[in-house]
């Protein structure tokens, strides 16, 4: 064992987080508002400035206007059409022919023929669709003074405060996971002064033959409430089957409640508190037959003699159950003062404000806490809040990254729970996976593409140059594994190996040799989204798209073979500790060893493709070869120097520009190559160009959470890694984040840990671990092997010595 000159080891029994860990934890959170705290001195004006809540299925969105408030509502399985299946059943008899087009060279008709033998049918997917908007008129609240709105991320629940003609009035909403309700409370220091006349609007869309086959009602209901429902839109053939219903009850203190056929009006209450229940009639991707009405029903009658006080005592609980785990702190500054919109604009100007990395750290754990519960959908690409009936990119699942992405943090930031819907989503949608491997491919096994709806669509879409990703599936299979890496459960092991084993199987039967190479190869295949430089690669007219586009169809893409390894070993490790499929094992150890190597080019770069295709220009917002840099572990800064050299070749190249998750990755890459000032200048850069007034980070001008996450997931990469077969402390540290403490993040094999460092210097760390495994510690240069410890402590005060 070595030991640094300057460190104390201690070993400690601490298996789990006590009382008093927790309490501390707590207190650390608290101890500076700047860290936990959005607030802005104006109402918000755009959705991008609205303030987020969520319980993982019902979001809502607070404007905040004093005189005009409006709520933005959502409902997580509020998409367009019903169950459908788009899978092409030409797929399979035309697959042969494409690879050979794609072997010899003749990438324009390989295009061609995927196109129109593979995309689905249809070749678009559903979209994800608003529920509605609660509208709140408050007369007289025009000339409102003192103003300020906020979102405390330690309760989940957003504020708005603001006097008129001297009365205080304030407002709090939230969204209850325990109740499932939307709630929003009015209050006045002084009684009778509130009064105000609500409505609740629908959402059609004039883009489709200038309006969609949606439908909507809104009625007034005696004595106290107002109703939304309807149905959904048909789309591109597929009927629109999803019902929806809202219900925002005002119960008022005092005054009085009158209810019109569509409108209601409250006057002179001292307060009012709004339930909204919503609900669909989607029971799963194959069921829509679920009574939205007595569901909602349901909610009301269970909230029915419950006070305000106890349903946001029973929220604030449930959510601090979850938040609460994990702690840090950085320095504050005179900038963290400022509000929230004011704060971003002074740090991307170069001010100083290392809490404000803690703010957007803090903010991707609440976003995934909100968007992302047991029991509901996984995080689309705007999470669960839209407000457009044709929002970019159908606010789907895209697969390619983004979806991805959306679950980095929520193991090492220790809200692993959140990730329960993706698991969920990958044990049923192999159902459908293997529908399209077997029509599509004549493969077992299944496959998922670029992206998918809430109907679990798994068949190509969008055309060729996106379609040909078969990896998706692969991928998030990955984030399954890395699951059991950081909390090894076997039960919840045998629960994921036959979504593992299958997608493997997908590849065992698809993965053909390269005539040249003659190692294993996906094809037909791309490197997501990007276009490789290759001799005669022409731009063509695709039948699919109705444009022109050059053919991104290729075979054996890196990011495919880096991705395969992965799975591949993820099944061959399961099949051991579960000790089943021998033949399987040896079969997957046997491909493992044939597939494509990674190769470096010819500019030191890592190449992105088989052959020498890169662009030493081509500054791309995807760089799906560097995923065995990070977030895979095969590229390492010591085991693999020359690949690691490589990959900061193409990172170089790629630039630090980019789009909201484009930039977020990058922050991660650069804290795997240790490089933490490099890593911190992107994320100046990320809150710069790329970060809403909200947080919420943006793809060109499309409010999005994956950057959000992202960013979260690569904050914690500069504080911690465990990648390596090691727990490496502070491995990226910018010096912008001389000194600071963090509590409660997890590493993989089942530890969680403590930090606190000042001057660029370790000066604590506790490790506690659920497991008692071995573990291997490093700091610096310097590596600490622990074989059976519970746990241990670091004093940087100059001795050792036992507790």
């Given at each position: 064992m070595r030991i640094h000159p300057t460190l104390c080891l201690a070993v400690l029994a601490l298996p789990t987080l006590g009382a008093a860990q927790e309490a501390s934890a707590t207190e650390a959170a608290r101890a500076d508002v700047s860290a936990t705290t959005l607030w802005y001195d104006e109402a918000a004006k755009t959705w991008s400035e609205a303030l987020p809540l969520g319980n993982g299925r019902l979001g809502a969105m607070l404007f905040g206007g004093p005189a005009r408030e409006r709520v933005l509502l959502n409902e997580e399985t509020v998409w367009t059409g019903g169950p459908y299946n788009p899978t092409n059943t030409a797929g399979a008899e035309n697959v042969a022919e494409i690879r050979r087009l794609?072997?010899?060279?003749?990438?324009?008709?390989?295009?061609?023929?995927?196109?129109?033998?593979?995309?689905?049918?249809?070749?678009?997917?559903?979209?994800?669709?608003?529920?509605?908007?609660?509208?709140?008129?408050?007369?007289?609240?025009?000339?409102?003074?003192?103003?300020?709105?906020?979102?405390?991320?330690?309760?989940?629940?957003?504020?708005?405060?603001?006097?008129?003609?001297?009365?205080?009035?304030?407002?709090?909403?939230?969204?209850?996971?325990?109740?499932?309700?939307?709630?929003?409370?009015?209050?006045a220091d002084e009684p009778g002064k509130i009064s105000l006349a609500a409505s609740l609007t629908g959402y059609r869309n004039t883009q489709h033959s200038n309006y969609g086959s949606e439908i909507y009602r809104?009625?007034?209901?005696?004595?106290?409430?107002?109703?939304?429902?309807?149905?959904?839109?048909?789309?591109?053939?597929?009927?629109?089957?999803?019902?929806?219903?809202?219900?925002?009850?005002?119960?008022?203190?005092?005054?009085?409640?009158?209810?019109?056929?569509?409108?209601?009006?409250?006057?002179?209450?001292?307060?009012?508190?709004?339930?909204?229940?919503?609900?669909?009639?989607?029971?799963?991707?194959?069921?829509?037959?679920?009574?939205?009405?007595?569901?909602?029903?349901?909610?009301?009658?269970?909230?029915?003699?419950?006070?305000?006080?106890?349903?946001?005592?029973?929220?604030?609980?449930?959510?601090?159950?979850?938040?609460?785990?994990?702690?840090?702190?950085?320095?504050?500054?005179?900038?963290?003062?400022?509000?929230t919109d004011e704060r971003l604009t002074s740090f991307a100007q170069g001010g100083d404000d290392p809490q404000l990395a803690v703010l957007l750290f803090q903010f991707g754990r609440y976003l995934l806490v909100s968007s992302s519960r047991a029991g509901t959908k996984p995080a689309n690409l705007q999470g669960i809040w839209n407000e457009e009936m044709n929002p970019s990119w159908d606010s789907k699942f895209t697969t390619n990254i983004n979806l991805q992405m959306n679950y980095w943090p929520a193991e090492v930031a220790n809200v692993a729970d959140c990730a329960g819907p993706l698991v969920d989503m990958l044990c049923e949608i192999t159902e459908p996976g293997s529908y399209t491997a077997r029509e599509s491919y004549g493969a077992r096994g299944w496959v998922l593409h670029q992206n998918t709806d809430i109907w679990w669509a798994t068949a190509p879409m969008d055309g060729p140059y996106w379609g040909t990703f078969s990896a998706g599936g692969a991928w998030l299979c990955t984030q399954l594994w890395e699951h059991y890496l950081y909390e090894p459960d076997v039960e919840y092991l045998r629960r994921i190996y036959p979504v593992l084993e299958g997608a493997a199987l997908f590849f065992v039967d698809t993965l053909v040799e390269h005539p040249t190479e003659k190692v294993l190869v996906t094809c037909p295949a791309s490197s997501p989204e990007n276009l490789p430089t290759r001799p005669g690669n022409r731009e063509i007219h695709d039948e699919v798209m109705g444009g022109n586009i050059k053919p991104s169809i290729c075979a054996g893409p890196t990011m495919d073979t880096q991705l395969l390894r992965d799975l591949f070993g993820a099944v061959i490790r399961a099949s051991q500790i579960l000790d089943r499929d021998h033949a399987l094992r040896a079969q997957l150890l046997e491909m493992r060893s044939r597939l494509a190597p990674m190769k470096i080019g010819r500019h030191g770069q890592l190449q992105e493709w088989l052959e020498e295709w890169d662009d030493p220009d081509n500054t791309h917002r995807h760089f799906s070869h560097l995923y065995g840099l990070y977030p895979g572990s095969q590229i390492d800064f010591e085991r693999t120097p020359e690949l690691a050299g490589a990959a900061r070749v193409?990172?170089?190249?790629?630039?630090?520009?980019?789009?909201?998750?484009?930039?977020?990755?990058?922050?991660?890459?650069?804290?795997?190559?240790?490089?933490?000032?490099?890593?911190?200048?992107?994320?100046?850069?990320?809150?710069?160009?790329?970060?809403?007034a909200n947080l919420f980070s943006k793809c060109y001008e499309t409010p999005q959470v994956d950057g959000a996450f992202g960013a979260c997931a690569g904050i914690a990469e500069m504080l911690l890694q465990s990648h390596a077969d090691e727990i490496h402390l502070l491995p990226a540290l910018p010096a912008a984040w001389g000194s600071g403490e963090l509590r409660g993040f997890r590493a993989r094999g089942g530890f969680e840990l403590d930090l606190r460092w000042s001057d660029g210097k370790l000066e604590e760390l506790t490790l506690r671990s659920k497991l008692g495994r071995p573990c291997r510690l490093r700091y610096g240069e310097v590596k600490v092997e622990l074989e059976t410890e519970v746990g241990v402590s670091y004093h940087r005060d100059g001795r050792l010595a036992p507790i």
């Open positions: 794609v072997f010899e060279g003749d990438y324009a008709r390989a295009h061609k023929l995927f196109g129109r033998h593979m995309m689905g049918t249809p070749v678009e997917q559903m979209k994800y669709q608003p529920l509605g908007d609660l509208w709140l008129e408050f007369p007289g609240h025009e000339s409102a003074t003192g103003y300020r709105r906020e979102l405390d991320l330690d309760t989940a629940i957003a504020s708005v405060r603001y006097e008129v003609d001297g009365v205080a009035f304030t407002r709090e909403a939230f969204v209850s996971p325990i109740d499932q309700l939307i709630v929003i409370h009015l209050a809104i009625d007034g209901v005696a004595p106290d409430s107002l109703q939304l429902r309807g149905r959904t839109s048909t789309y591109l053939g597929v009927e629109g089957r999803v019902r929806f219903l809202a219900r925002a009850r005002f119960l008022a203190t005092g005054g009085q409640v009158h209810v019109d056929y569509d409108s209601l009006t409250v006057t002179d209450a001292d307060a009012v508190t709004i339930l909204i229940p919503a609900a669909t009639s989607f029971v799963n991707y194959r069921d829509v037959s679920a009574s939205a009405e007595a569901r909602v029903q349901q909610v009301l009658e269970r909230v029915a003699d419950k006070p305000y006080e106890s349903i946001k005592a029973d929220h604030i609980a449930a959510h601090q159950k979850l938040f609460h785990r994990l702690a840090i702190n950085l320095t504050a500054s005179e900038a963290s003062r400022l509000p193409s990172l170089r190249m790629r630039g630090d520009q980019g789009t909201g998750f484009s930039m977020a990755w990058k922050m991660g890459l650069w804290a795997r190559l240790r490089d933490g000032d490099r890593a911190h200048a992107i994320f100046r850069n990320l809150v710069e160009q790329n970060t809403c």
